[in-house]
Structure formats: structure tokens, C-alpha cells
């Protein structure tokens, strides 16, 4: 798994709670993404960071919000979770960008369920 | 913006049969082309990619050729097995290379 683990792996939460998922990472790799998965959708992107305290919205960034403090971590927080936040959401590293089109390395995934 | 659209599934073959899995794109620029599969339980894993117009990809018997002219990057399997069951993903990335835009997955499932 390319040295990512996400935690937990699975979650079962209220509506209306703070969840916050963890991304920790032992390649020092600068890039670090979150995803959501959902059926017929793929895998959408909600937050990205290119290094540590940058950070930049994806496609689907609204109720989300991140942080990266230092290069291995990168933690994805539902302020207040709702239901349509039920989903599989993946972790994904790459060390670079640009002409090289480095591939994104993904994590196990964290399954979400709000009740 | 770009987007990735892929056939729907799930494709449902027997073991030994030939595998097209269509893929085509829309996007501005030259972007470069993967396809991903995600095995039960796992995360996705990268399975090939072109980064070029007329590049093959290919891995594991896979192979997926960057079509500019039709905007396609069909993946093809000659002889798929049961251990190529899982889901895969068309993908393209922006040309800077930061973001990768994924297709609605296609369901592969192989029978003895």
C-alpha cells in the first residue's frame, strides 16, 4: 500500500456529529489527496494538499474541511456529518506532479456511515 | 471541465474470453491517460497508462491504446481469469499533473 494507512477503517456515526478521518503516510511524499467513492460516481475529490498548511478544494469540497501540519498526516473532518456524507472515502499520496504524471498511490479506504 | 466516462457494468465473462472495457474522455489540453482497478476490500491500484497520443499502455496482459482522434482509451484483455475480477477505473489528469479526474468504474466479473 505504498506506506499509507487510513483510520479508522470503518466508522458508524450520527447525524450531526464531528467525524475526523486520518491519512498518515511513511513515504514523505509532498501530495496527498482525499476521495469519496460513491456507486456510479468513481471517486470524486474533495480536498488536496501540495505540502504542509497548503491545501486546495476539490470537486466536491462543500461540508468538508482538512488540515496538514506536518508531511505525514493529512486529516479530512466532517464538521457536522450528514447522511449524504455516507461513503467510502480513500486516501491517495504521489510525489510529484508535472511531466512525470506520477500515479497516485491509494490507501485501504475508511468506510463512513452516518445514521 | 474534464470528465471520464466509462461503459457501465457489470461486464460478466467466462474465464479465457476476450475483455473490452470502452473508456472515452473529454478534456482540454493533453492529458494523460490510466486506468486503475480496485480489488475487493482494497484501495485502487494504478494498472497501466499512456501519457501521449498513439502510447500503449500495457501490464498484466492489459492493454489500453491513447486515442486522440476518438478520444478513447479502450482497455482490452485477450484472455481475462477469474483474479481479474474487481473494478476498474478510466482516468485522466490535468496537465499539470495535480488531479486526477475518474470515470464511474466498470465491474468486472470473471467465472470459471
Known amino acids: 500500500d505504498a506506506g499509507i494507512t487510513q483510520s479508522p477503517r470503518h466508522k458508524v456515526t450520527e447525524t450531526g456529529t464531528p467525524v475526523t478521518l486520518r491519512c498518515h503516510q511513511t513515504?514523505?511524499?509532498?501530495?496527498m489527496y482525499w476521495y469519496r467513492q460513491d456507486p456510479g460516481h468513481g471517486l470524486r475529490l474533495i480536498h488536496y494538499s501540495y505540502g504542509v498548511k497548503d491545501t486546495d478544494k476539490g470537486e466536491v469540497s462543500d461540508g468538508y474541511s482538512v488540515s496538514r501540519s506536518k508531511t505525514e498526516d493529512f486529516l479530512l473532518t466532517l464538521e457536522s456529518a450528514t447522511s449524504s456524507q455516507t461513503s467510502v472515502y480513500f486516501c491517495?499520496?504521489?510525489?510529484?506532479?508535472?511531466?512525470?504524471?506520477?500515479?497516485?498511490?491509494f490507501g485501504n479506504g475508511t468506510r463512513l456511515t452516518v445514521t | 471541465g474534464d470528465s471520464v466516462t466509462q461503459m457501465e457494468g457489470p461486464v460478466t465473462l467466462s474465464e479465457e474470453a476476450f475483455l473490452t472495457i470502452n473508456c472515452t474522455y473529454t478534456a482540454t489540453g493533453y492529458p494523460s491517460l490510466f486506468w486503475y482497478v480496485q480489488y475487493p476490500g482494497e484501495g485502487l491500484q494504478l494498472l497501466l497508462k499512456?501519457?501521449?497520443?498513439?502510447d500503449k499502455g500495457s501490464n498484466k496482459g492489459f492493454e489500453a491504446t491513447y486515442r486522440k482522434e476518438t478520444t478513447s482509451f479502450h482497455l482490452e484483455k485477450g484472455s481475462v481469469q477469474v483474479s481479474d475480477s474487481a473494478v476498474y477505473f478510466c482516468?485522466?489528469?490535468?496537465?499539470?499533473?495535480?488531479?486526477?479526474?475518474f470515470g464511474g468504474g466498470t465491474r468486472l466479473m470473471v467465472k470459471p
Open positions: 491517495a499520496i504521489s510525489p510529484g506532479t508535472g511531466s512525470n504524471n506520477s500515479p497516485l498511490h
Open positions: 482516468a485522466l489528469s490535468d496537465n499539470a499533473g495535480n488531479m486526477l479526474t
Open positions: 499512456a501519457t501521449k497520443a498513439d
Open positions: 513515504e514523505n511524499h509532498r501530495y
